[in-house]
């Protein structure tokens, strides 16, 4: 990555936007170097370039162009095994982030009870004190221990510096073939040999429903997996794949729009969740629980027929030697406030192990 990291130094010596990624289970990182520091928004979908969404907001979808940037290409080697990290890791120990948190689930579980939400997706976030920004660093450390995460370094100097290794695709599009994700249901990579519980079935099962409910107005032919487990560095939730045509009427902003935000990381009904989510957290998400990623054109095949964008999930931004990182989980009717404040720990430990790698 030689290359790339000389193009970054320069980037941020003359303050311009950037991004640099790795898709999942690929070797390939491609660097996406703005000219100018104009912020640019998507516009209709019918764009090129690397994009970068707010989970609340699709009118402000920040768009580097692919005619106002340079793009890079290189590959990279694997690295080390990861369960030597997350054997380091300290669980967080602040009483009060978790009774804060776990009052915002009690909300949540009220909500549920009225009839009100089947299921609500809440957050909270956390700062970790950094030693030392090093964006590159961080950067090769995601990328040696979230192989099949969808890896990222993204800057703007009018919005700030993101990163994240997300184990979650939003949607893929290559003409009019889509392939997307219903991932949910969350638990450690030591509990492997337990049965996933009603709980977490039912929540992923909540996602699937959703996505095919709501795609079936802009789609044919949908295929559907049956639900199987999947690893997301010491994590594993449960994952069903969903593809099939667009019809051709549909667009990609149609899709985008009906996806986005699922109840993955929203809740149901969808609406109803969101404003559930926007009183009720202490926080302003901006772009974790976004999405992000290629618009139509895929470069690393230099193929410009295909967008791939990715959930904005295990990410954090950071700012002046400060992470913060956020974390959540699904909130359904069979949820214990004290079992959801431990999964958030649990999801704190991707960026915190990326963070605890670069101290070593």
Known sequence: MQEIRSKIQVQRELNLPFVIYKKPNQQKVVGYFQQNDHLYFVKNFSEKGFIMAPFDNLEGIVLFPEKESEIIQEEILESKNEQEIFSELVPETSKVAQLDFE???????????????????????????????????????????????FVYCWFHPKVGLWMGASPERLIEVKGKHFHSVSLAGTRALDDSTQEWQQKEK???????????????NITTQVEVSSPYTTKAGNLLHIKTDIEGELTQESDLKQIVKVLHPTPAVCGLPK????DFILENEIHDREFYTGFLGELNKDFTQDNPDTTDLYVNLRCMKIKNQEASLYMGCGITQNSIPEKEY????NKSHTMKAVIQACKA
Request: aromatic share 8%; net charge positive; glycine share 2%.
């Open 103 to 149: 009052l915002l689930v009690k909300k949540s579980l009220e909500a549920i009870k009225k009839g009100i939400l089947l299921k609500v997706v809440v957050s909270r976030k956390e700062k970790v004190v950094l030693d030392q920004v090093n964006e590159i660093l961080l950067f090769e450390k995601m990328v040696s221990l979230y192989a099949n995460a």
């Open 342 to 345: 431990a999964e958030t720990v």
């Open 202 to 216: 039912e929540e992923q099962k909540f996602v699937t429903d959703y996505i095919l409910d709501n795609l079936k």
């Open 271 to 274: 609406w109803l969740a969101k």
